[in-house]
Structures are given as C-alpha cells and as structure tokens.
C-alpha cells in the first residue's frame, strides 16, 4: 500500500522555542490540537499538553528528553496549514477565520503532525487520496458547485482541500474526485488547467467510458484548457474528436437531450474547432468550415442567437483574409 502524502510546513524560525510564544488570536483560553494528532519526530511518540514556568508546551514522554516546544506557537503554525488549504472548514461566527481557533480542526484535513526540532519545523502528514469519509467529500464537492458562480475563491479552497493528496498525474478512482478535479480544472489557467482537465478527462473515461456526459464535458474544458494555453494542435485535435462523439445519437440512459450531427452543441463545438484551425494557419479550410457550421445551425435551429454569433465570427475570418465582399448578412 502507497504511503501518503507528506507536506513539510517551514517557516523562516530556525531554533528551539519554549517561551515567549506569539501573540494569540484566540483570547485568553489556551488552545490545543486535538488529541493523538502531534507526535514526536525523534521517539514517535504522541506530544501532550502541559503547563510549565514558561507556559502551556507540548511534551513527550520522560524518556525522549527532547526540549519541550511552545504550544502557542505549535497550534499557530498549524493553523495558518488549514487555513490555507481548508478555510472553508472553520467556523465564522465567534473567531472568524483565526489561526488559533483553525488548528482545532486540523485533525478533519490530516491525519499526522510530526514535530521537529522547533515549533514551526511541522511534517504534515496527508490523509491518502480517497481516504476521507465519502459521505464528507461528496458534500463539499456539492458545496463548491453551490458556490462556484458566486465566490471562486471560497470554490477554490474547498476543491483544493478535497484533492488533498491526489496526483494529477494519475488516474482517480473514485468520481467525487474525478469532479472535483474537473472543477478545480475550470478554476485555474495555463499548465495547472491542461494537468487538472487532463487528470479529469482521463479518470471519468475510466470510470463512466468516453461518451458519457460527464466525460464529454471534461473532453470540452481540456480542449479549452489546451486552446487558453496556446496548445492549438491539440485542442484542434480534441474538439474534433468531441464533435465526432457527440455527432453520434446516445442513448436516452445517458443524456436527457439527445445529440446527432446537427444538435446545437454538436455544431457550436464544430465552430470552435473551426476557430482553433484558423489560429493554427489553415485559414480557408477554417472558412469553409465555419461557413458548413453556419448553413446547418440556420437551418437546424432558426432563429438561435448562436447562428448570428458564428457568423460574426465567419465574417471576421473573411476580413481577416481582405474579402470583405462575401460576408454573408448577420
């Protein structure tokens, strides 16, 4: 069995602390990590709680002998992990997003802290991926699509925290994070999309089959992140392969439209292809394309805004080739 995934916390401390922790912002009530989640880097062992001369520290048993380390700052430094990945996990009504009051759900995000020679030297241990309850994951993926119009931020971390310990460059086995990883993939621009809509398309033609709604809409975002990303053979390449699915009638059991060759998406994918052939050089194939995708969209959908939209584009192809005189009217 793989051995999770490690994430090592450095700060800029460089030396053992057992006073003077920084100030809270947790008020006067001490704070502590929940139990059995901090252990020992040297004896293994799990860190207790205590109050000594310099203050509440963290302890191991007798036979260890390290120096104790300050809680405060140990609890701080833990805090600041989840508020980075997992904000989203923390209450907002008394202490709102603090340090202090986060590292009391740490246990909720991972599964090990291992502490070194000073408080801020802390090894986070990962929970493995798909190892969080199902149940969990599969409503904070609903929660992110709840709120992926409206706060992108807040969609961010929560996707983030779920593909806690997932490779992109493997292939998921489980749907909530195959997803999440297509969301989070819309979220993100450049070489982070292309690996995320990669790792997205790849796991839900593993897990549903290449025709499948779900795997034709991550076929879509990866052509798109490809296209954003000035990859233009390959997303040419993608587009085309997605129309020539989506061309092919399927079964009510998957979608609840059905899709041939002159369905709407079908030919609004068609016209974006058309469009990536056009950056690629091959402007009077993109042309003749388009002009096709123009002629069948009015016919099969009179009166769509669309039609009007891919004639535009038609039209601005034509001048971009000093042929003002063919556009066609809008």
């Not at 241990?125 to 929660?143: D, F, I, K, M, S």
């Not at 997303?235 to 989506?246: F, K």
């Not at 060759?261 to 079908?266: N, S």
Request: charged residues 15%; positive net charge.
């Amino acid at each position: 069995m793989a051995l999770p995934r490690t994430y090592t916390w450095i700060t800029a401390a460089h030396s053992h602390t057992t006073t003077a922790a920084p100030a809270t912002d947790t008020g006067d009530d001490p704070v502590v990590l929940p139990d059995g989640l901090l252990h020992c880097r040297f004896c293994q062992q799990p860190m207790t709680p205590g109050f000594t001369t310099a203050g509440l520290v963290y302890d191991c048993p007798p036979r260890c002998r390290r120096p104790p380390l300050n809680a405060g700052a140990v609890t701080h430094a833990v805090g600041q992990v989840v508020l980075r990945y997992a904000a989203h996990l923390v209450p907002a009504l008394t202490h709102p997003k603090q340090a202090g009051i986060a590292a009391t759900h740490a246990h909720r995000l991972v599964t090990r802290i291992t502490a070194g020679a000073h408080p801020a030297d802390l090894r986070i241990t990962w929970p493995a991926a798909g190892g969080q309850p199902r149940h969990a994951l599969a409503e904070e993926l609903r929660l992110a699509r709840q709120v992926a119009t409206t706060d992108t931020a807040r969609t961010y971390r929560i996707v983030q925290s779920i593909l806690v310990g997932v490779d992109p460059a493997t292939t998921a086995t489980t749907a909530i994070h195959a997803e999440a990883a297509h969301l989070f993939a819309t979220l993100l621009t450049g070489a982070a999309a292309v690996r995320w809509a990669d790792h997205a398309h790849r796991s839900l033609t593993h897990l549903h089959g290449p025709t499948h709604p779900y795997t034709l809409t991550a076929a879509h975002t990866l052509a798109t992140a490809h296209r954003q990303a000035g990859h233009h053979q390959r997303a040419y390449r993608l587009y085309r392969q997605l129309a020539e699915h989506l061309a092919v009638t399927v079964g009510a059991e998957h979608l609840a439209v059905t899709v041939g060759a002159d369905a709407h998406q079908t030919l609004a994918v068609r016209a974006t292809s058309a469009l990536v052939l056009h950056d690629l050089g091959h402007h009077e194939a993109a042309r003749t394309l388009l002009a096709d995708v123009v002629s069948r969209h009015g016919r099969a959908h009179p009166g769509h805004p669309a039609t009007a939209r891919m004639t535009d584009h038609l039209n601005q192809l034509r001048r971009d080739a000093a042929d003002p005189a063919t556009e066609v009217p809008a």
